[in-house]
């Protein structure tokens, strides 16, 4: 009987020692641009109770949980009944306790109401952890994926806002990458729904909004329609869905346009004040109000940040908003925060789609030692001992094979050197290094050899 090819679940990866170099070339420009703003690192678990996942993520975020069964006899709480009547709903919450982290925004609101008495406000935390969501694997979209989240929260300065734009733009100025920063409000959603006469539909009309890019205009107006919303509301809203010019053209057309509701006011001052900032700096990204713009997630209260490539189709790359009561749903009032995450994966496939990653070698390994016997053997593996303690990456083949084999290793881990060792070097107490790149070689002591790879 065959035995079946063993694989991975659709939506996941395994990454190589060369994708890890490169991921790592991703997390490390934006840890060092968070830790320049002040931001300090946090985690928190894998899974969370579901009751603290629940609701957070509106109705489709809910859906794309993915829930963990409870141990041991997970159907003991089951009735009969309720297992033929089929309805996952109500099975859920009998079945299944815990839930893989579906961001880190509501595990970091969690971690702050749980941890209050000892944290120093405003606190400023990132974090670079793994996500997972039930989603349909497709081009650029994940099942279990990597945030790189910078929060802010007990402030309600807009400044706050300001120092992300900026955070953003350093980042993808630090990758050579080409985007554009779009900035909206939620106070502006709210203002616009409630001018068309629908301020209880705010979340249907933002689900709507929010699949533009995906499904187009008309499709949208659909959805508007199938959420209740009526066409003489649409045909008021559809200007604002076409709104075009600039910073200053869209404001004053939305003053006219919501400028009578008290939270759409709201809005238009948060976005002057935020955009006065942005005109007095200069930045390499292309930033842009976009009243499109309206990320679905149901915490967001005000800015709202989403950063799209100029350079591919891939999508959102980046994004985040304001949240004024997200720990409010954990018991914790009136602590406002602002955050933003970046999608390292769909990072990656730009870096890679554009050809723009630095060059990385396949191994982080500067050196090997040829084996040659046993002798030979214990003569590098001291040399190959000092290499170490001067931090330079260093290995030695462990088998005395052929040498074409030895150097076929060097050459498919891309090591730039090898240090060969017979008895002429041995008598003469040095080794002689090889430039796996040029050719060219020299014999020298342990010394030179260190002086020569640190360089």
Not at 91 to 118: I, S, W
Not at 396 to 405: E, L, Q
Request: net charge negative; with cysteine; aromatic share 10%.
């Amino acid at each position: 009987m065959a035995t079946k090819t063993p694989g991975i679940p659709k939506g996941t990866r395994d990454f190589s020692a060369e994708i890890i170099a490169k991921r790592n070339y991703i997390f490390d420009t934006i840890k060092k641009t968070y830790q320049t703003f002040g931001y300090q690192p946090i985690e928190t678990p894998a899974f969370e109770n579901l009751s603290t996942l629940t609701g957070k993520y509106g109705e489709e975020g809910d859906k794309l949980l993915f829930k963990i069964l409870n141990s041991g006899n997970f159907l003991k709480k089951v009735t009969d009944n309720e297992l033929s009547e089929k309805n996952t709903n109500k099975l859920a919450p009998l079945v299944a306790e815990k839930g893989l982290r579906y961001d880190l925004t509501v595990p970091f609101a969690r971690y702050v109401v749980q941890h209050q008495n000892d944290i120093t406000f405003p606190f400023k935390r990132y974090q670079i952890q793994p996500v997972w969501r039930a989603d349909r694997p497709q081009k650029g979209r994940y099942r279990e994926f990597y945030q790189c989240d910078a929060d802010i929260i007990g402030s309600n300065s807009l400044i706050n806002e300001f120092e992300i734009v900026q955070m953003i733009d350093q980042v993808f100025s630090n990758l050579n990458l080409d985007v554009t920063i779009k900035i909206n409000n939620r106070k502006l959603l709210a203002g616009i729904a409630e001018h068309i006469g629908y301020p209880e539909k705010l979340v249907d009309i933002t689900v709507a909004i929010d699949k533009l890019d995906k499904i187009g205009l008309e499709k949208v107006y659909e959805e508007l329609k199938s959420r209740g919303i009526d066409e003489d509301a649409i045909k008021v809203l559809e200007p604002i869905l076409n709104l075009t010019g600039t910073f200053d053209e869209k404001m004053q057309c939305l003053e006219m346009f919501v400028g009578e509701t008290e939270i759409g006011t709201e809005g238009i001052d948060e976005m002057q004040t935020l955009f006065n900032y942005i005109k007095e700096f200069k930045f390499k990204s292309k930033i842009e109000l976009d009243l499109t713009l309206a990320r679905g997630l149901n915490y967001y209260t005000g800015a709202i940040f989403e950063v799209t490539s100029n350079e591919t189709s891939i999508g959102s790359v980046c994004g985040g908003g304001r949240y004024d009561d997200l720990t409010g749903i954990f018991g914790l009032k009136d602590v406002s925060g602002v955050g933003i995450s970046f999608g390292a994966d769909r990072i990656y496939d730009v870096l890679e789609n554009t050809n723009k990653f630095p060059e990385t070698r396949k191994s982080a390994v500067k050196v090997m030692f040829v084996n040659f016997g046993e002798k030979e053997e214990l003569y590098c593996l001291k040399a190959l001992e000092t290499l170490r303690k001067n931090n330079i990456n260093a290995e030695i083949y462990p088998d005395n094979a052929k040498m074409k084999k030895q150097m076929k290793y060097a050459n498919n881990k891309s090591i730039p050197f090898v240090i060969l060792a017979g008895e002429n070097e041995i008598s003469d107490n040095k080794f002689t290094l090889k430039n796996m790149n040029d050719g060219t070689q020299d014999t020298i002591d342990i010394n030179a050899i260190v002086k020569k790879l640190n360089l």
